[in-house]
């Protein structure tokens, strides 16, 4: 089975662009999840989907959106992009959000902004 | 905000040998996951242990689990040079909302 597959890989934007990535969960998982990783650091959580429903959102501005499809796959946006939104974009999934669920990632989506 | 912090933060030892990385969080937890990261790429899941765990096992892989003093260690034993990676660990208080530590920087020396 497919892991967790994001597109693009790579891109590369001017400030104040928007942005739109996409990504599509392991078979079978309900829950998709965005997370941002800045050069030299861990992951920082941004967004939960459950079911097409947003259940958990991290400390980011307005400026970062997302939704769930039917499908189960899910979109990120970000509108009027700064330089610092440079980083690498990371999907994860999982099976359910109740009970402790292996989560797993994709290989991301390297974002370049200048 | 960053809730686990890995120590050390870069490591670095000879094929072989082995590799202990340590991790620690503040508040309490669920489950603790591993993750292994080469560079540029995405996250590997490696392990998951739930807070009533103490210890487990996958292959040259150990995790241990101290939830009176929040932390937890990776052990790599016998490690090779392909093992070479950054580690994170990330703690789920709930609802598969991961936060991450800082990460450990492993090189194996062929």
């Known amino acids: 089975d497919a892991g967790v597959t994001q597109s693009p890989t790579h891109l590369i934007k001017t400030r104040g662009q928007h942005v739109t990535l996409r990504c599509s969960p392991i078979s079978g998982h309900k829950s998709v999840s965005w997370y941002q990783q800045v050069l030299g650091q861990g992951p920082q959580f941004i967004f939960q989907y459950y079911e097409k429903e947003e259940r958990g959102r991290g400390n980011f501005p307005d400026r970062f959106s997302a939704r769930q499809f039917p499908n189960y796959s899910s979109e990120l946006n970000v509108n009027a992009l700064l330089l610092g939104d440079s980083a690498l974009y990371l999907c994860a999934s999982s099976l359910e959000v109740f009970g402790g669920n292996t989560i797993y990632f994709g290989e991301g989506s390297w974002l370049t902004v200048v | 905000s960053q809730q686990g912090e890995e120590d050390p933060q870069a490591l670095s030892i000879q094929e072989g040998e082995n590799a202990t990385m340590n991790c620690s969080y503040k508040t309490s937890i669920n489950n603790l996951q591993w993750y292994r990261q080469n560079s540029g790429r995405g996250l590997v899941h490696l392990i998951l242990?739930?807070?009533?765990?103490r210890e487990k096992h996958s292959g040259r892989l150990r995790v241990t689990l101290d939830t009176s003093k929040k932390s937890s260690s990776l052990l790599i034993t016998a490690s090779r040079a392909a093992d070479t990676a950054s580690y994170f660990c990330?703690?789920?208080?709930?609802?598969?909302?991961?936060?991450f530590g800082g990460g450990t920087r492993l090189m194996v020396k062929p």
């Open positions: 242990i739930r807070s009533n765990e």
């Open positions: 990330a703690t789920d208080n709930a609802g598969n909302m991961l936060t």
